[in-house]
């Protein structure tokens, strides 16, 4: 059995690591989802959407990583999540997160509006209450 934490992606362009991955079971990639969040820190790194692809299978456990990065100092990073990822998640899930979004949409910090992020939570927060 592959150690997943072998596969964790050593630099932005590591598609090595990401076609094994590929081949790992969930409970396999489960113990590294932290990590490959941080492959979604800039959305114009190579293997940024391959690393979206393998996290998009799972649901509930994705949760307590990405309220991590809404929760942190870094802006940029919460508008990737946001724009890239979060944005493509079912409603049952993004309506865990509605906390966070009505947080990062009436109560920004000046890096979260400098990136947009209070204006793309807003927009999220619409298309679910649609």
């Known amino acids: 059995m592959v150690n997943p934490h072998d596969l ?3 630099h932005k362009s590591d598609f090595d690591s990401i076609n094994q991955l590929k081949l790992c079971s ?3 990639i489960r113990p590294i989802i932290p990590e490959l969040f941080t492959w979604l820190q800039d959305s114009n790194w190579p293997i940024s959407a391959e690393v ?3 996290l998009f299978q799972f649901d509930m456990e994705l949760i307590p990583v990405i309220r991590q990065i809404l929760n942190s100092n870094d ?10 990822f979060c944005k493509q998640l079912p409603n049952a899930l993004l309506g865990k997160l509605t906390y966070e979004l009505n947080r990062l ?11 947009e992020v209070d204006q793309i939570a807003q927009e999220m927060l619409r298309t ?3």
Do not use: C, G, M, Q
């Open 128 to 130: 679910f209450y649609r």
């Open 105 to 115: 949409s009436t109560n920004p910090s000046e890096n979260d509006k400098l990136e």
């Open 75 to 84: 802006s940029s990073w919460k508008y990737f999540v946001l724009i890239h």
């Open 52 to 54: 979206r692809n393998i």
């Open 26 to 28: 969930k409970a396999e």
């Open 8 to 10: 964790i992606p050593k």
